[in-house]
């Protein structure tokens, strides 16, 4: 559907925000408060700012600082409904392919649940004390408080609608709640253009690096919000990449696709495939044996000057 038809539907959307933010800053809804400081990592739009390998780096910069740190997660696209501890070692069906990521790659405890204050109960029982949570994906979720919010921007973000005639859940003026923000750092230079708005809050800026093994003639794929950045940081990266195919956020795949794929290999003479860490999470060990080769390209964050983002952080904790 044309997103033109969509806008008249956007002020219904924005009074819909704008009443339930209301309801909250005026305290007629009143968030559950967990035991434990909680830090929450969200973003203004749907999917794509690319909040997951921030929240895997904060999880390994407080695990350095000596925190015991656990995870939050609704468990977006898993087909069980109940509040559990992630299995590292389990698969997207049951846990969502994000919250598999987190806990293989940041090495912490993950929770997911439909509510995340239900799901940071079950870790205050089973996890050692004093301990943080993490918050994946929470800067909307305020039903559960939360004491620093951390936004990770996308550029396009600042150009964006409200949805349903585009991709922002809440308007920019609502990083007025923002503790931190985490700006690109090809997209630093947009800090100017958030302090002329009125947005104060600091800005943190992450690095990010595609991490890729394989050098032989490749057919990329993905499922993810965002292909085409993930198709250009492969070709940049000077992988040759004759062809790829691309699927909607969070797909699961079917015989069909990778029959797909298979053709496309062929009719490509190409020598393997590439996906991302998150596709990989949601093929089954079936399929991956039908693809193979199959190379998996990693996406690894860093922010500048870490040790300052380590310290700002635990004061901000502090002054809670």
């Not at 987190?102 to 940071?120: D, F, K, L, Q």
Request: with cysteine.
């Amino acid at each position: 559907m044309s997103r033109a038809i969509l806008a008249p539907l956007v002020p219904l959307y924005a009074a819909s925000v704008g009443v339930k933010n209301l309801a909250y800053e005026h305290r007629w809804l009143k968030p559950k408060r967990l035991e434990w400081p909680v830090i929450s990592v969200g973003n203004l739009s749907v999917g794509g700012a690319g909040k997951t390998p921030v929240v895997i780096r904060l999880a390994q910069l407080l695990t350095e600082q000596g925190r015991n740190i656990d995870v939050l997660s609704r468990g977006y696209g898993r087909s069980t409904q109940q509040t559990v501890r992630v299995d590292a070692d389990g698969s997207a069906e049951q846990f969502g392919d994000e919250p598999i990521l987190i806990a293989r790659n940041a090495r912490v405890p993950v929770y997911v649940g439909a509510s995340r204050y239900e799901a940071g109960l079950l870790a205050e029982r089973e996890q050692p004390k004093p301990s943080l949570h993490l918050l994946d994906d929470g800067f909307q979720h305020r039903q559960l408080t939360r004491d620093i919010d951390i936004v990770v921007l996308h550029r396009s973000d600042f150009d964006e609608r409200l949805l349903p005639a585009g991709q922002l859940r809440e308007p920019l003026s609502a990083l007025t709640r923002a503790s931190v923000i985490v700006l690109r750092a090809e997209d630093q230079h947009l800090e100017d253009q958030l302090r002329r708005r009125g947005i104060e809050a600091p800005v943190w800026i992450q690095r990010r690096r595609l991490v890729v093994e394989t050098s032989v003639r490749a057919i990329a794929f993905c499922g993810i919000a965002r292909p085409e950045e993930f198709f250009a940081a492969l070709r940049a990266s000077g992988s040759d990449i004759p062809a790829s195919s691309h699927y909607r956020d969070h797909h699961v795949y079917t015989d069909s696709d990778l029959k797909h794929l298979l053709q496309l290999r062929n009719s490509n003479q190409a020598a393997s495939f590439i996906t991302t860490e998150k596709d990989w999470m949601r093929l089954t060990p079936e399929q991956r044996t039908r693809l193979a080769p199959l190379n998996v390209a990693r996406l690894d964050v860093v922010f500048e000057n870490e040790t300052a983002v380590a310290g700002q952080l635990l004061s901000l904790l502090v002054r809670k």
